[in-house]
């Protein structure tokens, strides 16, 4: 069987892309070498004032409980960063152990930290069918709006006026497996509300917190293969039936989970698709950027480079889109990685983001510094 990107986001890389990458430990290094491409970089600025300087954001994901007691790591974040996302803190799993309490400890330290060093501050995620509490798989249909209404008023309000933005809904559609004609991936939500989830969460999250950015945040968008292109073509229509209906949505959040081996990224797909986003009025916020170096030859060189020119390409063609506001990583530094729990076939450690395990820049900061000095001013 042939898994999706987004399932072996899901389930772990074991059986990684099948076709087209399958025989990339058998290439040579040269297939990705590219000696001549130094990614130089001008000037000191960091990737938050290099992205200012265009009217950009740029920031990172981080969990409390390393960002807490790991010091060089906080650093490193107050320093790059204009925007912090908790990458688990504020997801159902965490803030909710029963249904009636909500437990703020984590995301509240987030936001303090974020405040103390003078950051914005994103929550993901409101709606998803993933980290959530085993109380969740027993609510009823009659419960279940009322249940998801409560906890996006609760948690939206908790954080009002302090949050830039909220995924609000996470990975709704599923272009590889769902035989659905809209793609919705057949979750808990949709069993319980059908479709209408998405629309009951929007209007929730914005009756809560008028001011922040409500984003409709998915995956496996990126490359021309069948399942991006359909789960491409189920965006734009759940966006545009959204859009019809006024519900409140103001951006869509691209995740960007690469893979440094996968040759099919397809430029003019790719902008054409951001265009229509754009076209929609909406804005477009890059998510969760990174890299899997899980299909590359061992040379850390060689890595590196491939993973430097995956973001290159991507962000290049992104950042022209004017309607893009934010570039975001799923974690800053390889000692922090979820792409960790899916070990390279040789063992070694993975570099996936802008800073190695033993927090030296990496060509990935470079290739991210280069396309933000790039980029046309919003
Ligand atoms: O990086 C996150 C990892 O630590 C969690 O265990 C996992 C499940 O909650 O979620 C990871 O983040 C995911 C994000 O929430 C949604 N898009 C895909 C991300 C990587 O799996």
Redesign the pocket.
Known sequence: MKLSRRQT??LGFGAFLGAGCTQMSQLSNSAFGMPSKDFPIKGSLSLKQRAAAKGIIFGA?A?QRDVVRDTEYAQVLAKDCGILVP??DL?W?DLRPSPDQFDFQRGDWMAQFTKQHGLLLRG??LA?H??NPEWLKDITRQQAEQVLVKHIHTVVKHYAGRMHSWDVV??AIDGAWSDRADKLQPTQWVKLLDKNYIEIAFRAAAAADPNAILVY?D?SVDYDVPEDNRTRAAILKLLESLKSRNVPIHALGI?G?LDAAEKRFNEKKFRDFLSEVAGMGLKILIT?LDVSDRSLPADIHVRDRAVADAIEQYLSVALDERAVSAVIT??ISDRYT?LSRYPRPDKLPVRTLPYSDTMQRKLAWNAIARSFDAAPKR
């Open positions: 986001l899901q994901a969990n990458e688990n997801k799993a993901h995620t998803w993933q980290s996470n990975e945040n995956t995740q989970h969760e799923w974690g979820w």
